[in-house]
């Protein structure tokens, strides 16, 4: 890649971080996340993180409630579902409880939301309701799903996301396809199957305010303990054929296993560089403090705070907005 390179503080990183699902014990942690500070490139100290993830519903490939934390949303959502079924309207809906929580964190922290958004119809009308009266403009962003890619979906998410000024967040599909051998060559011009549908995805995102593509890694041969592998080539080439954000979402790429090199890979992928010089990455949806969902791949609040701290120095730290 090109040895020439912006400013970094042309391109301050931006930080989204908090549990994999959210429940009533663990939203103290994103209230102490809140509050973390950093020093900047001027020597004034600033608030360390812009965003958290406030997530309710947890898509699973089996459904056994009984055994595996489906979310704090999921009776809500169900009992939802049958009254959709029955025909009452979505002003009928019973609140669901992360909704609730997301308009605590909007009204008491300068933190923006990020929730992933399994069952549209139901999880955006819960959304809807409970944030009716405050100002979410800018300050929400719900993503899909990695495993799922259909851009019916998307379109549904971006209704929302105009009305009320929502982001869209586009995970890439867990499946790089069968091209996962050439995607390191430089001789490669193809396009590989996870490629054309990232890109595809953002298609049926536009006019929303913002869309971002989050990069969540691949599940191919070979991933030598992670739990993902990272195809920074094949992210590269769907930021250049978007003109999207580029996240780095290393807990899903490093899973339990890796869950120690999490904070010292996040920091040199923070580093990589486009063609054109500029930074590949432009944030970090990162898994921190404990949750019942996925807790092993979650690094510690201290963790946060030397990433923040390092990621500071190498490039800056996008101030919240709110």
């Not at 308009?103 to 959304?127: C, D, M, N, W, Y």
């Not at 791949?297 to 907005?321: D, F, K, M, V, Y």
Request: aromatic share 6%; hydrophobic share 40%.
């Amino acid at each position: 890649m090109s040895t020439s390179s912006l400013s970094s503080q042309d391109q301050p990183i931006r930080i989204i971080a908090g549990p994999c699902s959210i429940d009533h014990h663990n939203i103290d942690q994103v209230l102490e996340i809140a509050e973390m500070t950093v020093q900047n490139v001027h020597g004034n100290k600033q608030k360390a993180v812009s965003g958290t993830r406030i997530v309710g519903m947890k898509s699973r490939t089996n459904l056994n409630p009984e055994k595996e934390w489906i979310g704090l949303d999921y009776a809500a959502v169900m009992e939802n579902m049958n009254r959709l079924i029955e025909g009452h309207s979505t002003h009928q809906f019973a609140p669901l409880p992360s909704a609730q929580l997301t308009r605590k964190i909007l009204e008491q922290t300068h933190l923006q939301v990020a929730t992933e958004i399994i069952i549209p119809s139901i999880q955006l009308a819960g959304l809807a309701h409970s944030l009716h009266g405050i100002n979410s403009n800018g300050r929400l962003m719900v993503w899909n799903p990695a495993v799922n890619q259909l851009g019916g979906q998307v379109l549904e998410m971006v209704g929302y996301a105009k009305k009320y000024g929502w982001k869209i967040g586009l995970k890439n599909g867990k499946w790089l396809g069968e091209e996962f051998e050439l995607v390191e060559r430089a001789d490669f011009t193809g396009q590989t199957s996870m490629e054309k549908t990232w890109v595809g995805l953002h298609s049926y995102a536009q006019g929303a305010q913002e869309v971002v593509l989050i990069h969540r890694g691949c599940d191919i041969p070979d991933k030598n303990n992670y739990r993902n592998v990272s195809v920074h080539f094949t992210a590269s080439r769907a930021k250049q054929a978007s003109s999207a954000p580029l996240l780095f979402d290393p807990s899903h790429i490093h899973g339990p296993n890796k869950r120690d090199s999490i904070v010292p890979e996040t920091i040199a992928a923070m580093q990589l560089k486009m063609p054109n010089g500029s930074y590949l990455y432009d944030g970090v949806l990162i898994e921190v403090g404990t949750a019942k969902s996925d807790t092993a791949q979650h690094i510690s609040l201290p963790e946060l705070q030397q990433l923040c701290n390092e990621l500071a120095i190498i490039r800056g730290i996008e101030a919240p907005t709110a």
